[in-house]
């Protein structure tokens, strides 16, 4: 999953509880490799998923906004226009002592996210 690298600093903090989404997989996933975005432009880690959550917007932010990792303002702007916004809850980090190139799992990186 490409994540933006304050972001994924955030998520390796603790202080981002909850990796937020407009479109979330259609498989079954137990386990997310974070890819941090230009300019790190490695494979960082990754972390267990728990819960899912689909909820309409205003909803979302009631039940994930002490571990959104971004403030009300740019939740609204990141989820302007959908009717289901996605909260991946964060569980088990691994922060990889050696980040590694995206080639070691996929030809390119990700857009958003890709099934390895």
């Known amino acids: 999953m490409s994540i933006r690298p304050e972001f994924v600093e955030r998520i390796?903090?603790?202080t981002k509880r909850y990796e937020l989404r407009r479109v979330v997989f259609s498989e079954?996933?137990?386990t997310?490799?974070?890819y941090a975005t230009a300019p790190v432009g490695r494979v960082v880690g990754e972390f267990d998923v728990g819960a899912i959550y689909a909820l309409a917007p205003s909803a979302l932010w009631e039940a994930?906004?002490?571990g959104a990792g971004i403030d009300?303002?740019?939740f609204k702007a990141y989820f302007d226009g959908c009717q289901v916004g996605h909260a991946i809850e964060i569980a088990a980090v691994t922060s990889y002592p050696h980040p590694l190139p995206i080639g070691a799992f996929t030809a390119r990186p990700p857009q958003s996210f890709v099934y390895l």
């Open 64 to 66: 994930v906004k002490p």
């Open 12 to 14: 390796f903090a603790g």
């Open 72 to 74: 009300e303002q740019s």
């Open 28 to 30: 079954s996933v137990r």
């Open 32 to 34: 997310v490799v974070v």
